[in-house]
């Protein structure tokens, strides 16, 4: 008895001793590497060389310093800049080495993350002018859209391959990786998020918005503006592709002949994540979303004049023209409520998130979802710029964009603890007794399965060891049953916790050998 005692005085010890991590800076300082994840073909070389070519695939990595875990949820961050190189972009960044991104990751290292600040291929054509001048502004820009969900889908990947074959040299847990885009990379983000079949590049909310009049005879009298056959996967596991005589010819000759798009990275394995995070940006398509997408968090500037807050046209806005319609943070959290996906934000507690207390006042009940003031013309408030000779009217001081930091990162923070089933010391809504919900499971102890059966919808169910460490999280359940596959989880006792929309139940839980 004195040893039980102890050892549950010892688990709440070491319960409380890591109930910040993750919901605020733990570490005092955090190492930056620079990596490579993979290379693919890029079309920016196309106006000089005629050709497209092979461009490395460019991550910096930041890790907390002193950290002895080993197995750490995973952030990849996707800058913004337009589609476009900098500085060529006209922007006031467009690197892996924006102050924004490089602040944005030191601080989620030091909240015992591993970020990867990931580039990807851009290249378009936003200054096409003529009769065919928006058609082709879209065209490219899907296209290049195209190319980063694949790039960060093969950074996903590389991280689960390193994990399993090279020794986890980045120390990450390769079943808890959010995807963060910021600004353009906010687009890559959101459509990684719920572009998951390519013919959901076809079947949009318009007719023909994806696709090319190509003036070839029926039936390639219209041409997706996106061709798997040529362009590779949505995943970027296919290839490699080259373009042929009719690819040629029904994109106006932009690729010769022969010319390759897309090779696969590290192939074999999932590209699957478990949170998204846009901080400015839009989905290419509403109908993209479906039931069952991962929990979405959305930072947005209701006024932004270039990505539309609801669902209207995206404005270039270097050049001010007009390219596709999309939608933005507004109508994003308006589908996602609608599904159902961010049931496992409700309930958070107020005394761990107070800037949810505030963006609840202006979110219309869709939690997740953080308006952002505007400051004076700005629709990015958290960026600033330290590139030398910036262009005109690019913010230089930190101190304002830092204060959006610190807002953002704090609304954030216990929402990624309940998407990725984080040890953060708290649950999300209080504890009720399973009568309350018809609740049963079985069997106890159990083989190879466990069954849960209530009354109610079963929103999402948690497993803990012994030592409270997560081991098992199923979101998005919303199901009277569910049946809990054993998979791997060695004998011994657990403990779950199955979230109810009025509620949480705590379970013991044994699994044992025939």
Not at 89 to 109: K, Q, V
Not at 465 to 484: K, P, Q, S, Y
Not at 493 to 501: G, K, V
Request: with cysteine; glycine share 8%.
């Amino acid at each position: 008895m004195k040893k039980l005692t102890l050892l549950l005085l010892l688990c709440a010890f070491v319960g409380q001793a890591n109930a910040q991590r993750y919901l605020e800076q733990v570490f005092t300082a955090a190492s930056k590497t620079t990596a490579i994840y993979g290379s693919n073909f890029t079309a920016l070389t196309l106006a000089v060389t005629g050709h497209t070519s092979r461009q490395p695939l460019v991550m910096n990595v930041y890790q907390p310093t002193g950290d002895v875990e080993t197995a750490r949820p995973l952030v990849i961050y996707l800058h913004t800049g337009n589609f476009l190189p900098y500085p060529q972009n006209g922007s006031c960044g467009g690197t892996i080495n924006d102050a924004a991104a490089d602040e944005f990751a030191t601080r989620l290292a030091k909240m015992g993350y591993v970020v990867a600040v990931a580039d990807y291929r851009t290249g378009w054509n936003p200054i096409a002018s003529g009769p065919t001048g928006e058609l082709t502004r879209r065209a490219t820009l899907i296209n290049a859209a195209y190319r980063g969900v694949q790039d960060v889908r093969s950074c996903i990947r590389f991280f689960k391959k390193t994990a399993e074959t090279s020794g986890n040299p980045f120390g990450v847990d390769t079943s808890k990786i959010v995807v963060w885009g910021q600004g353009t990379g906010g687009y890559i983000s959101l459509a990684a998020n719920s572009l998951d079949k390519y013919s959901e590049i076809i079947t949009t909310s318009t007719p023909f918005k994806f696709q090319l009049p190509t003036g070839l005879p029926a039936p390639n009298n219209w041409l997706p503006m996106v061709l798997e056959a040529y362009n590779g996967n949505i995943y970027g596991t296919s290839g490699p592709h080259v373009s042929d005589a009719f690819y040629n010819q029904a994109t106006g000759g932009a690729y010769p002949i022969g010319d390759t798009l897309a090779v696969p990275n590290s192939p074999g394995y999932s590209s699957e994540f478990q949170l998204c995070v846009h901080t400015g940006g839009a989905l290419g398509d509403s109908l993209w979303m479906q039931a069952g997408d991962n929990p979405i968090i959305s930072y947005q500037v209701p006024a932004d004049p270039f990505a539309p807050y609801g669902t209207d046209i995206l404005i270039v806005p270097t050049t001010n023209e007009p390219v596709v319609e999309v939608s933005g943070a507004d109508d994003v959290q308006s589908i996602a409520k609608k599904f159902n996906n961010n049931a496992i934000f409700n309930g958070i507690p107020a005394s761990v998130d107070p800037y949810g207390v505030v963006a609840n006042a202006r979110n219309a009940g869709r939690n997740g979802l953080f308006p952002l003031p505007q400051v004076a013309s700005n629709s990015a408030p958290w960026e600033w710029t330290t590139y030398a000779n910036p262009p005109a009217g690019c913010n230089t001081d930190a101190a304002p964009a830092k204060l959006y930091i610190d807002t953002i990162v704090r609304y954030y923070a216990p929402r990624a603890c309940l998407a990725l089933g984080l040890p953060c010391g708290f649950v999300n809504t209080k504890e009720i007794a399973g009568f309350e919900v018809g609740l049963t499971v079985a069997p106890v102890p159990a083989t190879s399965a466990v069954v849960f059966n209530a009354e109610e919808a079963i929103r999402t169910i948690l497993v803990f060891d012994i030592n409270g460490r997560v081991v098992r999280t199923f979101n998005n359940i919303d199901a009277e049953t569910f049946t809990m596959q054993r998979d791997g989880l060695a004998n011994g006792m657990y403990f779950a916790q199955i979230l109810f929309e009025q509620g949480f139940v705590k379970r013991k839980l044994v699994f044992e050998n025939n």
